[in-house]
């Protein structure tokens, strides 16, 4: 059985993207920050459909404890799967915070750097010794972050932080390459999660206007986008790497 980690699995994409994996018959290691009820949901959302899945807590802000969350998957790889490997690893955790330029403060800078940016790079470099050859890695990027028009004040930082795990992804497919691990990374458009504190539940009002700017009329579910990361990450993409797929049904075509 191939096995995948997907962090920030607790809700909305993350929880989306770690279902959709493992309806391919891929065991799941999923991880959470606050939200443990959240996680469990999607573990036993996972078990009734017969899969496998076991949820970590891990705060992908705080680098220092990724070699104590190395060992922690080391052991739950041999006690739950027989193994000494996994084989993908999707960098969903995060959140979004805005402020225009002229508010924002370094410690707003510095904290979404630390997630977006700086977690996924040495989480990667971490777990990088479990990971077997010929695995593949999916990056969630935004559109925001790749967008010429429409584009949103109070963004610079968040999309700032997502531009820069573009140029990563393009380097970690260089680098490793020699292993033959794919990497690529999804753009998702408007979706209906929980990002920006619950903001599609406390401004329902937002939907429509978001619907109207996107070609196929509705905003994204994170199923749609689950799905195209279970697809990236799965067999079905194996001569696919570098590239970033941007999943927005057409924002702003």
């Known amino acids: 059985m191939k096995i995948a980690i997907v962090t920030g699995a607790s809700s909305g994409i993350?929880?989306?993207?770690?279902?959709?994996?493992a309806r391919r018959g891929t065991g799941v290691i999923l991880t959470y920050g606050k939200n443990q009820q959240g996680a469990l949901e999607t573990t036993a959302a996972i078990e009734r459909e017969g899969g496998t899945a076991v949820a970590l807590p891990l705060?992908?802000?705080?680098?220092?404890?990724?070699?104590?969350?190395?060992?922690?998957?080391?052991?739950?790889?041999?006690?739950?799967w027989r193994r000494d490997t996994f084989d993908y690893l999707v960098n969903n955790a995060g959140f979004a915070q805005t402020s225009l330029i002229e508010d924002t403060t370094e410690e707003t800078f510095d904290r979404l750097m630390r997630v977006l940016l700086k977690?996924?790079?040495?989480?990667?470099?971490?777990?990088?010794?479990?990971?077997?050859?010929?695995?593949?890695?999916?990056?969630?990027?935004?559109?925001?972050?790749?967008?010429?028009?429409?584009?949103?004040?109070?963004?610079?930082?968040?999309?700032?932080?997502?531009?820069?795990?573009?140029?990563l992804t393009?380097?970690?497919?260089?680098?490793?390459?020699?292993?033959?691990?794919?990497?690529?990374?999804?753009?998702?458009?408007?979706?209906?999660?929980?990002?920006?504190?619950?903001?599609?539940?406390?401004?329902?009002?937002?939907?429509?206007?978001?619907?109207?700017k996107t070609a196929l009329g509705r905003v994204g579910e994170p199923h749609d986008i689950g799905a195209v990361i279970a697809t990236l990450a799965s067999d079905d993409s194996r001569w696919v790497t570098a590239q970033n797929i941007e999943v927005s049904g057409g924002l702003n075509l």
């Open 170 to 212: 393009r380097y970690m497919a260089k680098e490793f390459s020699a292993r033959r691990i794919r990497v690529n990374a999804v753009s998702p458009g408007s979706t209906r999660t929980r990002i920006a504190d619950d903001a599609f539940t406390r401004f329902p009002e937002v939907v429509p206007a978001l619907a109207a």
């Open 119 to 167: 977690g996924p790079y040495f989480l990667t470099q971490r777990l990088l010794p479990l990971m077997a050859d010929g695995g593949a890695i999916v990056n969630t990027s935004s559109s925001s972050a790749t967008a010429t028009a429409g584009l949103e004040p109070g963004y610079s930082v968040y999309a700032s932080m997502k531009g820069g795990l573009d140029v």
């Open 59 to 80: 705060d992908v802000g705080e680098t220092g404890t990724f070699a104590a969350f190395r060992d922690t998957v080391a052991a739950v790889l041999r006690e739950t």
């Open 14 to 21: 993350g929880q989306g993207a770690a279902i959709e994996i």
